[in-house]
Each structure stands twice: as C-alpha cells, then as structure tokens.
T-cell receptor
Framework: EAQVTQNPRYLITVTGKKLTVTCSQN?????MSWYRQDPGLGLRQIYY???????DKGDVPEGYKVSRKEKRNFPLILESPSPNQTSLYFC??????????????FGPGTRLTVT | AQSVTQLDSHVSVSEGTPVLLRCNYS??????LFWYVQHPNKGLQLLLK??????LVKGINGFEAEFKKSETSFHLTKPSAHMSDAAEYFC????????????FGTGTLLAVQP
C-alpha cells in the first residue's frame, strides 16, 4: 500500500531533550516536506527536500533540522525542543514537479507536546 | 505571493442539505488549487484539485469545486451532506516555482447535524 508513515504518533517530552520524528514513504517520491499545524493557522511548512541531499527552509524553520540521506526517509530533528514547538506535525511527499502540481500525500501526523 | 482565504471558520448544516465552503485565492498567475479534508485525529486527504484544465472539478465523496477567475474563488460544494462529512476542510494553493510548497488556508470546520 502506498503510504507515508511517521513515528512516533504521539510524544510528550521536556524542554531541551533532543528528539527525532521519522518520516518514510514507499512511493519513490523525490519531494518530501514537513509541516506543522496550529489552531487557527492552518499548516505551515517547516522544511522541504527536492531530492536526496537537497533540503531547504520553509516558512518556519527555526528550531528544527532535517536530513535527506535516502530517498525514502526525511527525519525531523528538534535539537533542543521548547514549549512553542508543541504542535501537530505532518510529513508529506510527492513527485517533484517544477511546474506541474502533483498531489502531495500526507502522513498520519505526530502530536508533540513539550513541557 | 500566493495566498488563500477561507471565509468561514465554522459551518453547520443539517444532514441531507447542501454544503458550501468558501475559498478566495490571491495569485499573480494561474494557480493550482486543492481542497484537503482532515477527519478528527486523522491525516489529510486530497478531495480534489484544479490545475487549469476544466473549471468545474469533481472530487471524491460527491464534492466538487468551481474555479472562477473573475471572482478569484474556488468554493467547495456538495449537494447533500452526510454525517461522515463532518471534518475540517482546507483550501490550498501551491506556491509557484520549484518549491512545491502548499499554502494552506486556516480551515473550515464542518458540522453536520442529524
């Protein structure tokens, strides 16, 4: 089954304790992206990757890191989480397009709480 | 810059009545527009997309949307609401260039009353 998986689905942690949220897709997509969802703000892009070893900042990259060593995986790293990073996080993937608009497939989400 | 505005944060309808969720867009060129749905505690699912082909776009579960350039609108409609349609709906525009970034509206929460 074609899908995007994220782990963990739920995470409660404390300020400053490094964490990684994994994202994996099995559709051979070049493009992957991370979004965070906050009430009243919709989803905002954190980082994206057009292909292996190619990553770039989205709209809200502060406090996050990513890596793209393999095509299928795109982990989101919080080196020193803070309470303002409490949010619902989504990973998405699609074929790279340039000018065409391929559908982006979303993972199930990771609900992160930082205390 | 691309943007979308969802005009209603909450919409409540009775089961069996029509659904109208409003979305206006701002774009300096012909946009690619999407509607996504998010059911409680679920991920996002694509309902339909407009990519400059037919202006009336049909999606899944009986939803459709009409692209109106003169009104810069992309409203989502369904003739008859079902209880399972209760969810949050996002109007989305794709950013220009090669970033593939999706720009989300703030969402419309649809409630369906029995």
């Amino acid at each position: 089954e074609a899908q995007v998986t994220q782990n963990p689905r739920y995470l409660i942690t404390v300020t400053g304790k490094k964490l990684t949220v994994t994202c994996s897709q099995n559709m051979n997509h070049e493009y992957m992206s991370w979004y965070r969802q906050d009430p009243g703000l919709g989803l905002r892009q954190i980082y994206y990757s057009m292909n292996v070893e190619v990553t770039d900042k989205g709209d809200v990259p502060e406090g996050y890191k990513v890596s793209r060593k393999e095509k299928r995986n795109f982990p989101l790293i919080l080196e020193s989480p803070s309470p303002n990073q409490t949010s619902l996080y989504f990973c998405a993937s699609s074929f790279a397009s340039g000018t065409l608009s391929y559908e982006q497939y979303f993972g199930p989400g990771t609900r992160l709480t930082v205390t | 810059a691309q943007s979308v505005t969802q005009l209603d944060s909450h919409v409540s309808v009775s089961e069996g009545t029509p659904v109208l969720l409003r979305c206006n867009y701002s774009s300096s060129y012909s946009p690619s527009l999407f509607w996504y749905v998010q059911h409680p505690n679920k991920g996002l699912q694509l309902l339909l997309k407009y990519t400059s082909a037919a202006t009336l776009v049909k999606g899944i579960n009986g939803f459709e949307a009409e692209f109106k350039k003169s009104e810069t609108s992309f409203h989502l409609t369904k003739p008859s609401a079902h209880m399972s349609d209760a969810a949050e709906y996002f109007c989305v525009v794709i950013d220009g260039g090669a970033t593939n970034k999706l720009i989300f509206g703030t969402g419309t929460l649809l409630a369906v009353q029995p």
